[in-house]
């Protein structure tokens, strides 16, 4: 089984790299920390808050806005070479990066594959961390990158890839969309089913309500267009706020969200809902992007239930 520590960082393909970082810096509350040829990087997480010093969580780089990349960083780093015998012996294709690659992704090395939808996954070693402070371009309240949706063209197939191949545990289950913790957050990856693969959401934790509720406001008056709450989601707990973002890639803020701690690990049991919008959100809240819950009424569901 490969141990993964918990993600890395997610690179994005981009059309518009000055747009990408206007937005990310502008209006997500994120930290631009270089811009290296046709690439950014961005920070998000508070050392005194999160004890994280990650060197970046985010790369906007000149390419494909389709082309979607996720790292993920090894419990052991000295497992890289066993993590492409595992690789191949599964039936992925591996390879190993080239130096150049590495130092594009700050890394020492890494190794990189795909899931069976396609989604392509990089697993590294010994990724580079910083000692600057977190200073954001607008303070969003931002503590961490926390998890990501992610596309599925088969929700079943691949919570197997990631539960037997991986040491992802699965929560909570949506329908058949599994939610997998790699960490003690309830879900570092959520699957949503999906004709294509790729990144169907990315979620930055914040500190407080307050902030979350600035941001609603902050959004509605710069004109960013909300698609799902202000609203609570019952499987983490967590309040929760997407909004969309750059060439279409969906944000969610959220605070709150449940953790699974190491002494629970033995005795938990994922719990089954309904793929249905009170799952979603125990508020009301509809959501209005592909992938999430059917938009009907909760109100008319349940009449019809009584009637």
């Not at 997500?28 to 690439?39: D, M, P």
């Not at 090395?109 to 977190?134: C, W």
């Not at 949506?174 to 960490?183: E, K, M, N, Q, V």
Request: proline share 6%.
């Amino acid at each position: 089984m490969i141990d993964l520590h918990d993600i890395r960082y997610l690179r994005i393909g981009t059309a518009d790299l000055e747009g990408a970082i206007h937005f990310a810096t502008a209006m997500v509350g994120l930290q631009l920390v270089a811009r290296e040829g046709k690439a950014a990087y961005f920070r998000s997480d508070k050392v005194e808050i999160r004890g994280d010093t990650r060197d970046h969580t985010l790369v906007y780089f000149e390419g494909d806005p389709s082309d979607h990349t996720i790292g993920f960083d090894l419990k052991d780093h000295a497992d890289l070479d066993a993590v492409g015998a595992a690789l191949e012996k599964a039936g992925h294709p591996a390879c190993s990066g080239t130096k150049e690659e590495c130092e594009l992704r700050r890394v020492k090395a890494f190794i990189a594959t795909t899931d069976p939808s396609g989604n392509k996954i990089e697993i590294v070693t010994r990724p580079y961390h910083s000692g600057l402070r977190y200073f954001p371009a607008r303070d969003a309240g931002i503590t961490h990158f926390s998890h990501i949706g992610l596309k599925t063209t088969n929700p079943q197939r691949d919570e197997t890839f990631w539960t037997k191949l991986y040491n992802a545990r699965v929560s909570d289950w949506i329908g058949d969309s599994p939610l997998l913790r790699i960490a003690t957050a309830h879900h570092s990856l959520a699957l949503f089913p999906s004709p294509v693969p790729g990144v169907q959401h990315i979620n930055h934790q914040v500190e407080d309500v307050d902030d979350l509720m600035r941001s609603w406001y902050f959004f509605k008056e710069k004109g960013v267009k909300i698609l799902f709450g202000p609203g609570r989601h019952p499987l983490s707990t967590a309040v929760m706020l997407y909004f969309q973002g750059h060439e279409g890639l969906v944000y969610e803020y959220s605070v709150g969200v449940k953790d699974i701690m190491p002494e629970e690990e033995a005795t938990y049991r994922p719990r089954q809902f309904p793929f249905e919008p009170a799952t979603f959100c125990m508020w009301g809240a509809l959501p209005e992007f592909d992938g999430m819950a059917p938009r009907a009424k909760p109100a008319a569901r349940a009449l019809k239930a009584v009637g």
